[in-house]
């Protein structure tokens, strides 16, 4: 599995982007697939995953409230819409695959920058 996950970029705090990842590939919809992000300086940390059916998900207390996590079998695509941004949610984004316990598959991550 080939992830691309794009969507980054500049917001102020408070407002929102849409992250989005799509995989290559034609079994995409048997892999659970998750957010993780990595600020500078700090350890690469779960934000949100979701099951291969997108039935149920999962998210970090720091962005539960805030984020959802969704995704679209037939787009082969995955989604990360992120609400009431704070300057604390800067980090590289990152969207990854797997199909048991570790993240066997990662995309190339998208930069998210909030300013105050």
């Known amino acids: 599995v080939q992830l691309q996950a794009y969507g980054g970029g500049l917001v102020q705090a408070g407002g929102s982007l849409r992250l989005s990842c799509v995989a290559s590939?034609?079994?995409?919809?048997?892999?659970?697939m998750g957010w993780l992000r990595q600020a500078p300086g700090k350890e690469r940390e779960f934000v949100a995953a979701?099951?291969?059916?997108?039935?149920?998900?999962y998210y970090a207390d720091s962005v539960k409230g805030r984020f959802t996590i969704s995704r679209d079998n037939a787009k082969n695509t995955v989604y990360l819409q992120m609400n009431s941004l704070k300057p604390e949610d800067t980090a590289v984004y990152y969207c990854?695959?797997?199909?048991?316990?570790?993240?066997?598959?990662w995309g190339q991550g998208t930069q998210v920058t909030v300013s105050s």
């Open positions: 979701i099951s291969w059916s997108g039935g149920s998900t």
């Open positions: 990854a695959a797997r199909q048991f316990e570790s993240y066997d598959y």
């Open positions: 590939g034609r079994t995409f919809s048997s892999y659970a």
